[in-house]
């Protein structure tokens, strides 16, 4: 079964909720078969979430400019509304190369929606939400921080502005603002906590002044 990975650089529009399931339903209410909406502001580069194939579908009626990422196991990944491929048809790729440019496409206009990106995965002829096929891949090169019990105390913070990324360990947390530096991250750690830039702004200064402070406190401030 092939790998998918979180390592979407931008969370999911603020009118769902940044929620992936609310986004579903809200898709589903609308009578569409589904999908996620994120907050790509156009433009964007799109990274494969798995390795594949790529197929590129333009001006596919609603979905605009569409990429299929094929996968080994008969399952794609579909990116809709893009502004520009970035592979060729037959292409293969690995996870986390640059497979388009997010836009806001749609019945063969470049501007038919408010730019974002939407996602949607097929098992393979079912249409599925994306988010629940998740895998944390550990990357040999970059192993998560443990405790002594063995449980991984590292965490991903993405700011809901999806322009800011945080590494939080239990000694200190590191930022971000480069999405390339980022999809390394997720691929070592799993996926991102949204989060408030303020909110994690605080807790970073909280966490370089007292170097025990342990992720699982970081993440309960956070839900406070």
């Not at 964007?44 to 009626?61: D, F, Q, W």
């Not at 794609?76 to 640059?98: A, C, P, Q, W």
């Not at 370089?208 to 993440?219: G, H, M």
């Amino acid at each position: 079964m092939a790998t998918i990975v979180n390592n979407f650089t931008f969370p999911v529009i603020l009118a769902d909720d940044r929620n992936a399931d609310v986004s579903w339903a809200h898709h589903r209410a609308r009578g569409s078969l589904g999908g996620v909406d994120m907050a790509y502001p156009y433009g964007s580069v799109v990274l494969a979430n798995a390795a594949g194939t790529i197929k590129n579908l333009p001006n596919t009626g609603s979905g605009g400019n569409t990429v299929q990422l094929h996968m080994d196991d008969g399952r794609y990944i579909e990116y809709m509304h893009l502004s520009k491929f970035l592979k060729s048809t037959g292409d293969t790729v690995k996870l986390g190369d640059k497979i388009a440019n997010s836009g806001a496409s749609g019945f063969k206009q470049a501007n038919y929606y408010a730019a974002h990106l939407h996602v949607h995965l097929y098992t393979p002829s079912t249409r599925v939400n994306l988010f629940h096929y998740f895998k944390t891949v550990v990357a040999p090169a970059a192993p998560p921080v443990v405790d002594d019990t063995g449980d991984q105390m590292a965490v991903l913070l993405r700011s809901t502005t999806g322009k800011d990324f945080y590494l939080v360990d239990e000694m200190s947390v590191t930022h971000t603002a480069s999405q390339d530096l980022a999809v390394k991250w997720a691929a070592a750690y799993g996926t991102w906590v949204d989060a408030p830039s303020a909110s994690i702004q605080a807790l970073q200064q909280v966490a370089n002044d007292n170097r025990t402070l342990l992720v699982n406190q970081i993440v309960a401030a956070l839900k406070a």
